[in-house]
């Protein structure tokens, strides 16, 4: 079955740890994302890529960090820089990253991180 | 700056009932609009879109109006069942603004027997 797998499903982080949650998408789409959802506040946007070898930030960056190697793959590293980083982490992916505003987003099932 | 504005949740309806939840935006161009859904546990899936004015976004019951004079894109559905509990999300992208998505914050819908 094609789709965007999540892992783990629950994280937690110690202290000034750096933790790293996993995309993957075999739907050989060009273009992925990665979301927080926080209660009450919605999606913001933390980065994104249009294409392997290149990302931009999104709304929220500060604190995390990303790579795009594969294509099929989307690492998130919330570092210890991040001072709140309990929330609800989507991954999510589109064919293209450019211009049709009308593309659909595939999502992942999310990772919920919480802080030790 | 591009904003989406939803009713506050939980909204709690009996089957069967009429469900309205209400969405409007601020938008700088012409966006294209859309209707996202979580269920528990899960991530989020595309419901229903529309991509200009007078537009209707519609599925599995669900419908949506783009309307450009309200700026608005309200969902409606006649009859809903206890396995449309979810999290209702509204969305808008901007034309030419690359496939960023800019949502709403979100509306809890809770249907009891």
């Known amino acids: 079955d094609g789709g965007i797998t999540q892992s783990p499903k629950y994280l937690f982080r110690k202290e000034g740890q750096n933790v790293t949650l996993s995309c993957e998408q075999n739907l050989n789409h060009d273009a992925m994302y990665w979301y927080r959802q926080d209660p009450g506040q919605g999606l913001r946007l933390i980065y994104y890529?249009?294409?392997?070898?290149?990302?931009q930030k999104g709304d929220i960056a500060e604190g995390y960090s990303v790579s795009r190697e594969k294509k099929e793959s989307f690492p998130l590293t919330v570092t210890s820089a991040q001072k709140n980083p309990t929330a609800f982490y989507l991954c999510a992916s589109s064919i293209g990253g450019g211009g049709r505003s009308n593309e659909k987003l595939f999502f992942g099932s999310g990772t919920q991180l919480s802080v030790l | 700056g591009n904003s989406v504005t939803q009713m506050e949740g939980p909204v709690t309806l009996s089957e069967e009932a009429f469900l309205t939840i209400n969405c409007t935006y601020t938008a700088t161009g012409y966006p294209s609009l859309f209707w996202y859904v979580q269920y528990p546990g899960e991530g989020l899936q595309l419901l229903l879109k529309?991509?200009?004015?007078?537009d209707k976004g519609s599925n599995k019951g669900f419908e949506a109006t783009y309307r450009k004079e309200t700026t608005s894109f309200h969902l409606e559905k006649g009859s809903v069942q206890v396995s449309d509990s979810a999290v209702y999300f509204c969305?808008?992208?901007?034309?030419?603004?690359?496939?960023?998505?800019?949502f709403g914050t979100g509306t809890q819908l809770k249907v009891e027997l």
């Open positions: 969305a808008l992208r901007l034309t030419g603004g690359g496939n960023k998505l800019t």
């Open positions: 890529s249009q294409i392997v070898n290149d990302f």
């Open positions: 529309a991509t200009k004015a007078d």
